[in-house]
């Protein structure tokens, strides 16, 4: 009986991390210079060329270990770990040391132009779905 383990599946791991960063196929495929369609096809292979998945990393702003080797299990007992007061079982009552707004702000100035991009791809889908509604 053959017991070889399965490779990880890179293109799966890449969208958990994109899902769990609230990004879109669209805002990563704009960020990397390709089509949605395009991601879409790599989150279902299985194995990435190397230089891709070092675009991929740097715009989800993770290493591209953490994308080989990814577990959401991982994820979920850190977040258990962190979310619970051993002590006493009660949550801990979370006082963020920055300005919630500030960051907003400052994470929306990074981000700018593909804001504006997703804008206008929005504004560009509601303008052909009025001039379909109106043939």
């Known amino acids: ?38 991601i879409s096809n790599i989150e279902n292979s299985e194995s990435i060329e190397d230089d891709k998945l070092l675009e991929i990393a740097k715009a989800l702003d993770v290493n591209t270990e953490v994308l080989k080797n990814f577990s959401e299990e991982a994820v979920f007992n850190i977040i258990g770990n962190t979310v619970h007061n051993h002590d006493n079982g009660a949550l801990f009552n979370y006082q963020p040391t920055f300005n919630p707004i500030e960051k907003l702000i400052e994470v929306f100035e990074e981000n700018k132009e593909l804001y504006k991009a997703l804008l206008q791809a929005e504004k560009d889908k509601v303008t052909y779905l009025e001039k379909l509604l109106n043939k």
């Open 1 to 38: 009986m053959n017991t070889t383990a399965k490779p990880k599946h890179i293109g799966r791991n890449i969208s958990r991390i994109r899902e769990l960063r609230g990004m879109k196929q669209e805002a990563l495929a704009f960020a990397i210079g390709v089509s949605q369609q395009t």
